[in-house]
């Protein structure tokens, strides 16, 4: 079989695993690590924010795949900071961890950290949150295994991932009135 038939019998046959259990948010953690390039840098040797976002969506996405048993597609990446610049030669490290689970969506927060050449403390550079909706094969949303949080840091971010959803349907509930009025 050629490269694409490959490709499109793995499209046309997706494994889903129907338990819907609870399950901590530790079983479905994400780690990638990439040394960064000169193609992954402007002039002045700092890392893109896309490449970092990049990376962020991957890892995140993995994480969620994880946690749905199946595909999960990006829904919103709203919030991402940047905190100090990555530069060539850094190893940058993407941690993505579950944060929420709701009916058919999930939160996966994200932390990169960059390890410095010479350096032995890596360096947080920065944070991000991503929605993710997990899809059936005709790209309508379907059940998330639900997390089940465990540690103390597991509740606080369970309880900051709900302060962040309510604001995001609150903000899309005041556009949408906004449009009807206008
Ligand atoms: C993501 C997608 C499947 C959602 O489809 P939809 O028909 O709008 O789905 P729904 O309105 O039923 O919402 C699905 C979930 O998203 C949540 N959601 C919708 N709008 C939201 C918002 N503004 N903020 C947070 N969550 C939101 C809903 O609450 C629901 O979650 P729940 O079941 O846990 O309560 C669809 O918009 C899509 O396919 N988008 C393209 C995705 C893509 O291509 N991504 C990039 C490549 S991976």
Request: glycine share 8%; with cysteine; charged share 15%.
């Given at each position: 079989m050629?490269?694409?038939?490959?490709?499109?019998?793995?499209?046309?046959?997706?494994?889903?695993?129907?338990?819907?259990?609870?399950?901590?948010?530790?079983?479905?953690?994400?780690?990638?690590?990439r040394v960064m390039e000169v193609m992954d840098a402007n002039n002045l040797g700092n890392v893109h924010g896309g490449v970092i976002m990049r990376a962020v969506d991957t890892t995140a996405g993995t994480c969620a795949t994880r946690?749905?048993?199946?595909?999960?597609?990006?829904?919103f990446m709203d919030e991402m900071a940047f905190l100090e610049p990555v530069r060539i030669g850094d190893i940058?490290?993407?941690?993505?961890?579950?944060?929420?689970?709701?009916?058919?969506?999930?939160?996966?927060?994200?932390?990169v950290e960059a390890q410095r050449y010479g350096e032995v403390q890596p360096t947080h550079v920065g944070s991000a949150y991503l929605v993710f909706v997990a899809i059936a094969d005709d790209g309508t949303p379907r059940r998330v295994r639900p997390i089940a949080p465990e540690t103390d840091v597991d509740m606080r971010?369970?309880?900051?991932?709900e302060i962040r959803r309510e604001s995001r349907l609150a903000r899309r509930t005041a556009i949408r009135k906004f449009r009807a009025i206008r």
């Open positions: 050629s490269v694409v038939g490959v490709t499109l019998a793995l499209v046309a046959y997706t494994v889903y695993d129907e338990d819907l259990s609870p399950q901590s948010p530790e079983q479905s953690q994400v780690t990638l690590a946690q749905c048993g199946g595909p999960a597609v990006t829904a940058l490290t993407t941690m993505a961890s579950v944060n929420w689970t709701g009916r058919t969506s999930l939160e996966v927060g994200v932390r971010r369970f309880r900051e991932a």
